[in-house]
């Protein structure tokens, strides 16, 4: 909320956004005063690992706010979802109470985002810290029940269920090593074409 405080709307001459260089399309200005085209600042926002609220690309101010300084309403699609993805920014950071249907609605992005952060290796520390998890509580279970009644059943789950963590933690190991290689790749062809550009 503080951010909020601080915000005051500045009298911009120069209408050009300093991410593409262009005239802005849809202007918006931060909270920190800046002037960006609504569709960089939201591509920008986009493809941030986990959504959350961005770091102003000029002063590098968390941006918990963005105004739609344009003045004349939007007709085309692409202005219109621009102007719905501001709004849905500024419900998001801006410190407004949300309802609880927001959260529903969000819930198959976030379920997107953390799929795709299991193939990380913050992923895999991730689940090895569940599978550390599960075999405390196997632990935990086995020692405190007397060895004439062990659970059978539920001995054999957790068995399981820590042999899937097992697998996973391979796949993903052998993933991340595969991109791995794949990147190292690209570069070593590009920096051999560099070369072979430059000697000729």
């Known amino acids: ?32 005063g800046h002037l960006f085209c609504g569709s960089c600042l939201i591509t920008y926002w986009k493809h941030s690992p986990w959504l959350g609220a961005i770091t102003c690309p000029l002063c590098r101010q968390k941006v918990v706010l963005l105004d739609n300084i344009s003045c004349e309403k939007q007709q085309d699609k692409p202005s219109k979802q621009v102007v719905h993805d501001i709004r849905a920014y500024n419900k998001r950071f801006s410190g407004q109470t949300r309802p609880f249907s ?17 193939f990380t290796w913050g992923g895999l520390v991730w689940i090895f810290f569940i599978r550390v998890v599960v075999c405390s509580f196997g632990t935990i279970i086995c020692f405190s029940s007397p060895f004439d009644t062990m659970p059978g059943p539920l001995c054999r789950t957790l068995g399981t269920a820590d042999d899937m963590v097992v697998v996973s933690l391979l796949l993903i190991c052998m993933i991340n090593i595969c991109q791995q290689i794949a990147s190292n790749g690209v ?14």
Not at 15 to 22: D, E, G, H, N, V
Not at 187 to 200: C, F, G, V
């Open 1 to 32: 909320m503080e951010s909020l405080q601080i915000w005051q709307p500045r009298n911009h001459r120069d209408f050009s956004c300093p991410i593409c260089l262009q005239t802005a399309t849809v202007p918006v200005e931060t909270n920190c």
């Open 187 to 200: 570069n070593m062809a590009r920096s051999a074409a560099q070369s072979m550009l430059s000697e000729s």
């Open 102 to 118: 927001d959260y529903l609605y969000d819930m198959p992005l976030f379920l997107t985002l953390a799929w795709r952060g299991i």
